[in-house]
């Protein structure tokens, strides 16, 4: 069992920054392959980054490639998404999720546990 929290989520001016931080309970965190999913309104539910266990792969969507960067902490179980030049259309819901065995590209379907989502707003 893994529960995720997210936090970092906020207001942000077009081309700022925010770091947002999934914090995982459980042993078993360094085994999951760990992604951030965002949906929003009326929209699906999307990958938008994902880093396997050993921190070697990692997967990013191509609407964010160059901006954002994913990363883990093993031994602290958190997983961070670090958000650079951030555009209105990244507004949205920010998801944690958790997966055993599929790689780093995992589409919300596989996800085995969710965090509760962080919200992410963009003014231009």
């Known amino acids: 069992q893994v529960q995720l929290v997210e936090s970092g989520g906020g207001l942000v001016q077009a081309g700022g920054s925010l770091r947002l931080s999934c914090a995982a309970s459980g042993r078993t965190f360094s085994s999951y392959t760990m992604g951030w999913f965002r949906q929003a309104p009326g929209k699906e539910r999307d990958i938008v980054a994902g880093i396997n266990w050993s921190d070697v792969c990692t997967y990013y969507a191509g609407s964010v490639k160059g901006r954002f960067t994913i990363s883990r902490d093993n031994a602290k179980r958190v997983a961070y998404l670090q958000m650079n030049s951030l555009k209105p259309e990244d507004t949205a819901v920010y998801f944690c999720?958790?997966?055993?065995?599929?790689?780093?590209?995992?589409?919300?379907?596989?996800?085995?546990?969710w965090g509760q989502g962080t919200q992410v707003t963009v003014s231009s």
């Open positions: 999720a958790a997966n055993r065995y599929s790689g780093p590209g995992f589409s919300s379907r596989q996800a085995d546990y």
